[in-house]
């Protein structure tokens, strides 16, 4: 049996309205350019259609980052049922913005702080596939993979989590420190010769990284192990 339709909001009817109408004046630029012509009332025309569409996707990113708000008090107030279910709503009805971005990010830091290492994991990679070009959430994402993999004792796997933002990554200030967790996942797996590697790696491409002393003194360490 068929569910009913939920019916819209009047905030959602409000937008596909908008949409709608920002649509039709678009269409009715394309047919009557010709008539305006391609000089001065041509570009105006399309300009307009485009600040109006630009001005709805400001409104958009506004709501968006209403109800992240709504969903951290929440989330701080120790409520994470209500935050989930805040964040899921921001997923889907304002897909594409930074602020649903943040949103996955939260999903997976809830799963996480509760354990469900395989649900966090789910919503970190749903981040990464679709803002992995943005270095910062790309990392966050990344790292909350690895952490996930970590506590599942998947370390060869977590390592390569963090070895995949390296190299998708090279020129980001984050790469350094990837790198050196993805190192010190190799040296729990037992592959000591791949983590200095990797440490040796940090040293030669990045001489200047935050993190190179203790990247340092960590390959001496290891290096002397043998």
């Known amino acids: 049996m068929l569910k009913p339709r939920r019916r819209l909001t009047k905030k959602e009817v409000k937008q596909d309205k908008f949409v709608t109408a920002v649509f039709r004046a678009w269409v009715l630029v394309r ?16 300009v307009g259609v485009v600040n109006l569409w630009a001005s709805h996707r400001e409104r958009r990113e506004a709501e968006a980052w209403e109800l992240l708000a709504e969903g951290q008090i929440a989330w701080a107030q120790g409520d994470t049922a209500r935050a989930s279910g805040v964040y899921r709503e921001l997923r889907e009805r304002f897909w594409g913005t930074k602020a649903a971005a943040r949103a996955c990010l939260a999903l997976g830091d809830i799963a996480l702080s509760k354990g469900l290492y395989d649900e ?13 070009k943005d270095e910062v959430l790309a990392f966050a994402a990344s790292y909350g993979i690895g952490t996930c993999l970590e506590n599942l004792g998947k370390y060869e796997e977590a390592a390569e989590a963090y070895r995949k933002f390296a190299r998708r990554h090279p020129k980001s200030p984050l790469a350094p420190e990837a790198l050196w967790k993805a190192a010190w996942c190799l040296e729990q797996a037992g592959r000591l010769g791949e983590a200095k590697e990797v440490l040796r790696e940090v040293l030669r491409q990045y001489p200047e990284a935050t993190n190179r002393y203790k990247v340092r003194q960590r390959l001496r360490t290891l290096e002397g192990l043998g």
């Open 120 to 132: 966090a994991e789910k919503a970190y990679r749903t981040c990464l596939d679709r803002y992995g």
């Open 31 to 46: 047919e009557r350019y010709r008539e305006l012509g391609a000089g001065v009332l041509g570009v105006l025309a399309v």
